[in-house]
């Protein structure tokens, strides 16, 4: 992120063209390398889900999963929300068979 | 086989990024530094090399007659008046493209690298069988792009290409660069685009209206010393080539007015 980024943010105007360019390549070339469909992608995401909320309770509308690639190598990122009590703790799934 | 010639793939995947004009410069630039170069038309579609070179009255026969061998490959090659070190091998027929296998282009390529130092091949755009075949003749490889998301994208493709096909070292050329558009953070930057292909940087060209007048007349910038632009740009390349440290020209150094000091400071990056 450059100073003219910063401004614009703060100015709450648009982001200079070269960072959208950016941003915009990095998503898509993650995709053109990995070769994975989207369909693919998003069983995985929701096996993911699956087998994360056994344990703990996260909110299933909001996570998410994506690749990202930097130095050509892709990795692929999930990002989970989990829920929290009141006092802060991580709720944990209450498994009878454990 | 001459061992120790190089030979070295221009391609891009996008179209009208600077291909041609690239293999057109150095090829010129490299024979003006006294090698033996050889530039070879393999965009059989449509072939252009000759026409930028000025070539294009002087060919008789063409890469399809030596496959066919109804004729000698230093009779269909053309030797450039004014720089004799440097021959083109013109693209046959557009037909070509029905019968030409990897094969044909590996014969081709190993018949001039017994005459020649350098063999530079202007690749074809797009990743199909005219890129196959010219990328099964190549040992190195130059890729071409310009500071836009569609042609850094196929740039990416056949980066990817390139590695399943064994091509080392492969190295990046960014074309048309505009100082100002970067400065204004319109353009991608030139970390950018190396950032994001992880390639190393060969060169950059800067955009510069030359090049059209250069193309005009069929004589390629680096051929007269002209002081242009984006003739430094093709020279200092060329130089690289041959293991010369020559430092790369900073387009964010461009202009020293108040107004390009603080685009300068405007690029600063936080994190
Ligand atoms: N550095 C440059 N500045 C200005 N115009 C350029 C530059 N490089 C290439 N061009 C122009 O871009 C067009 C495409 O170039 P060309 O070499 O034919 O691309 P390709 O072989 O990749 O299809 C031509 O019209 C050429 O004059
Ligand atoms: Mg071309």
Redesign the pocket.
């Known amino acids: 992120m450059t100073l003219r980024d910063i401004l614009n943010k703060l100015l709450r105007r648009q982001p200079t063209s070269a960072s959208t360019a950016r941003e915009r390549l990095q998503l898509v070339l993650a995709h053109d390398r990995s070769d994975l469909s989207p369909e693919l992608l998003d069983k995985m995401r929701k096996e993911i889900l699956e087998v994360v909320a056994k344990y703990v309770e996260i909110d299933l509308e909001e996570g998410a999963v994506s690749l990202e690639t930097e130095d050509r190598m892709t990795a692929l990122v999930a990002n989970l929300p989990i829920k929290r009590t009141v006092t802060g703790a991580i709720k944990l799934k209450e498994n009878d068979d454990e | 086989m001459k061992t120790n010639t190089r030979i070295i793939l221009i391609c891009?995947g996008?179209?009208?990024?600077?291909?041609?004009?690239?293999?057109?410069n150095l090829g010129i630039a490299l024979a003006r530094q006294g090698l033996k170069t050889a530039v070879l038309d393999a965009?059989f579609g449509?072939r252009?090399l000759d026409l930028?070179l000025g070539l294009e009255n002087r060919i008789v026969y063409t890469a399809q007659e030596v496959l066919e061998e109804s004729c000698r490959l230093d009779q269909a090659l053309v030797k450039h008046k004014k720089e004799p070190n440097l021959a083109l091998l013109p693209a046959g027929n557009p037909r070509m493209l029905e019968w030409i296998k990897p094969d044909d282009m590996q014969r081709i390529a190993s018949m001039l690298s017994e005459q020649f130092e350098y063999v530079l091949i202007?690749c074809p755009?797009g990743v199909e069988d005219g890129f196959k075949n010219a990328v099964s003749a190549a040992k190195e490889a130059i890729v071409?792009t310009n500071p836009e998301v569609s042609a850094v994208r196929d740039a990416d493709r056949v980066i990817g290409l390139l590695n399943t096909h064994g091509i080392s070292p492969v190295q990046l050329v960014l074309?048309?660069?505009r100082p100002k558009m970067i400065a204004s953070q319109e353009m991608l930057s030139v970390d950018d685009v190396t950032d994001i292909l992880s390639l190393p940087l060969l060169g950059l060209?800067?955009?510069?209206?030359?090049?059209?007048v250069s193309?005009n007349r069929g004589e390629p910038l680096t051929l007269n010393g002209t002081n242009s632009p984006?003739a430094r740009?093709y020279s200092n390349i060329a130089r690289r080539m041959q293991g010369e440290e020559i430092p790369l020209i900073d387009p964010s150094k461009e202009g020293s007015g108040i107004r390009d000091k603080f685009r300068r400071l405007m690029q600063t990056k936080i994190f």
Do not use: F, W
């Not at chain 2, 996008?14 to 057109?24: E, P, R």
């Not at chain 2, 060209?205 to 059209?212: A, F, G, N, P, S």
């Open positions: 891009s996008k179209g009208g990024v600077g291909k041609t004009t690239l293999t057109a965009d449509l252009n930028l202007d755009a071409v074309n048309r660069v060209v800067l955009e510069d209206e030359q090049v059209i193309t984006a740009c």
